[in-house]
C-alpha cells in the first residue's frame, strides 16, 4: 500500500475525494468515533495509518501533551505536516508492522480505516498491548467484516443497473482480498467478527464498546454514503488495556 498511496496518479484521486479534501467533517463515522474517545487532557497518543492527520489535530486540539502520527506513505506525511502541524504532533514514516516503541509509551492508540491492509491483526494487537500503558485503550475503525468478505466490495445490481444485494459470502474463509478502489487493484485482509473481539480478549484487553456506525445525520443525502445506509461498511471497537 506503501507504493500505492505515494504514485501520483492514484494520490490525485485519492486528495480529490470528499474526507481527503474536508477532513473529519465528511468522514460518516466520524461523529460516533468521536464520542468513544476518552480524556485527552495530558494523554499520550499514537495514531497508526495517521493519513493527512486529521485525529493528530483533533486530538492535540483537545488537550493531548503529545501525540505521534505514523503513516507510510511519503505524500501523506507530507499533506500531515502542511495541514495538520501543532506543537505536540511528531509525524513518522513507518509501516504500521515495522514501527516500535518502547513499552507503556502512550495512553490512547487510535487507528483509522488502516488495519485491514494488514494481514496479521495479532501482532498488532500484540504490539500496541505493549506499547499502551496499563489502563490505556485501543479506539479503531475498519472496513466491517460483511463489506469485505466476498471479496469484490461492490453491489450485485438489478437489470436497471441500480444496487440491488450486497454479496456476502466466503465469510469464514479469512485472508487476503482483491478489491477496486480509484481504478486500482487494492489488497485487503478479511477478518471475522469473532477474530477481531477474540484477538483483544485474548491479548490481555477488556471490550470497552463495539460499534456499527452509520453516517452521521448531516450527511446522509450524499450519494457516497447511500451504501452504508443499507449495510455496515465499518466497525468501531474500543478497548482497555488491562
Given at each position: 500500500m506503501?507504493?500505492?498511496y505515494d504514485d501520483p496518479d492514484f494520490f490525485a484521486q485519492y486528495q480529490a475525494m470528499p474526507r481527503s479534501q474536508?477532513?473529519?467533517s465528511a468522514a460518516g463515522e466520524w461523529p460516533t468515533f468521536e464520542r468513544l474517545l476518552p480524556d485527552l487532557a495530558g494523554k499520550r497518543v499514537l495514531?497508526?495509518?495517521?493519513?493527512?492527520g486529521w485525529q493528530c489535530r483533533y486530538v492535540a486540539d483537545h488537550g493531548a501533551a503529545a501525540v505521534l502520527g505514523v503513516d507510510a506513505s511519503e505524500k501523506m506525511l507530507a499533506v500531515a505536516r502542511e495541514k495538520n502541524a501543532a506543537p505536540a504532533i511528531t509525524y513518522q514514516?513507518?509501516?504500521i508492522q515495522a514501527f516500535s516503541a518502547p513499552a507503556g509509551s502512550f495512553d490512547l492508540v487510535l487507528s483509522s480505516l488502516a488495519l485491514h491492509y494488514l494481514e496479521d491483526f495479532g501482532a498488532v494487537v500484540?504490539?500496541?498491548h505493549q506499547w499502551?500503558?496499563?489502563?490505556?485503550?485501543?479506539?479503531f475503525t475498519v472496513e466491517h467484516p460483511v463489506f469485505t468478505a466476498e471479496g469484490s466490495?461492490?453491489?450485485?445490481?438489478?437489470k436497471n443497473g441500480e444496487p440491488w444485494k450486497w454479496p456476502v459470502d466466503h465469510y469464514f474463509d479469512e485472508g487476503k482480498r482483491e478489491a477496486h478502489f480509484l481504478d486500482r487493484t487494492v489488497t485487503k485482509y478479511h477478518h471475522t467478527l469473532t477474530t477481531f473481539v477474540d484477538t483483544l480478549l485474548t491479548h490481555g484487553f477488556s471490550l470497552q464498546r463495539l460499534v456499527e456506525p452509520q453516517p452521521a445525520p448531516a450527511l446522509r443525502d450524499r450519494p457516497d454514503m447511500q451504501s452504508s445506509l443499507r449495510m455496515p461498511m465499518m466497525l468501531i471497537i474500543k478497548a482497555q488495556r488491562q
Open positions: 506503501t507504493a500505492l474536508a477532513g473529519l495514531d497508526l495509518g495517521c493519513g493527512y514514516q513507518a509501516t500484540a504490539h500496541v499502551l500503558a496499563p489502563g490505556g485503550v485501543f479506539l466490495q461492490d453491489w450485485l445490481y438489478d
